[in-house]
């Protein structure tokens, strides 16, 4: 019963450097997407796809770049870590784009950059 | 530009009382609201839902009530119970995106 997997569940990188936090769903979903959680602010929308070969752009897209090759996977890569990203980064999964059922969440990535 | 507000950041309440979130939003587009419960260290996991068609929905102890003339909704835990403290996020719908709302720390005191 695994729903939405993620890892590392914790990182420190120093900044400059690049990074992958990975995300898997074994639901069979459509939709997937990526958080950022930050104090006072709530959860944050950085990139999601609506289908394997399919993604777009967030509230806050900039410093991260995604790819869905496959259903079950949705990676989210810093190309180039800065202390602004400095976040607890949520994956989250939903059936379908379009359908009003309620998105499911991993556990979390809290990552710090130095 | 917040589209989804939860004013209160924080909320005590004793054991067995009523526990009232409240969340505000600006876009008429929404159509689907939801919350969330998120303890520590853990992802928000997904609590109740309500569509833009009703006014109310109930689940045990939880209630959600929607108001769209005002924008307004609010979560009604009834008894409130400890294990009820957490965060508690309202996020709301129209299209693909959910948007969420800042969050309210609910403690439940016993």
């Known amino acids: 019963n695994a729903g939405v997997t993620q890892t590392p569940k914790f990182q420190v990188l120093k900044t400059g450097q690049s990074m992958t936090l990975q995300c898997a769903q074994d639901?069979?979903?459509?939709?997937m997407s990526w958080y950022r959680q930050d104090p006072g602010m709530g959860l944050r929308l950085i990139h999601y796809?609506?289908?394997?070969?399919?993604?777009d752009q967030g509230e806050v897209p900039n410093g991260y770049n995604v790819s869905r090759s496959t259903t079950e996977d949705f990676p989210l890569r810093l190309l180039s870590a800065a202390p602004s990203q400095t976040s607890v980064y949520f994956c989250?999964?939903?059936?379908?784009?379009?359908?009003?059922?309620?998105?499911?969440f991993g556990d979390g990535t809290r990552l710090s950059i130095l | 530009d917040q589209q989804v507000k939860q004013n209160s950041p924080s909320l005590s309440v004793q054991e067995g009382r009523i526990s009232i979130l409240n969340c505000d939003y600006t876009?008429?587009?929404?159509?689907?609201f939801l919350w969330y419960k998120k303890y520590p260290a853990e992802g928000p996991t997904f609590l109740i839902s309500?569509?833009?068609?009703?006014d109310k929905n109930e689940d045990g102890r939880f209630t959600v009530f929607l108001n769209k003339s005002a924008k307004h909704l609010s979560l009604h835990i009834v008894p409130s119970q400890p294990g009820d403290s957490a965060v508690y996020f309202c996020?709301?719908?129209?299209?693909?995106?959910?948007?969420f709302g800042a969050g309210t720390i609910l403690r439940v005191k016993s």
């Open positions: 989250a999964s939903r059936p379908g784009q379009g359908s009003n059922q309620p998105q499911h």
């Open positions: 639901m069979n979903h459509e939709y």
């Open positions: 796809s609506v289908g394997a070969g399919i993604t």
């Open positions: 876009n008429s587009m929404f159509d689907y």
């Open positions: 309500i569509s833009s068609i009703k």
């Open positions: 996020a709301a719908q129209g299209g693909i995106k959910l948007v």
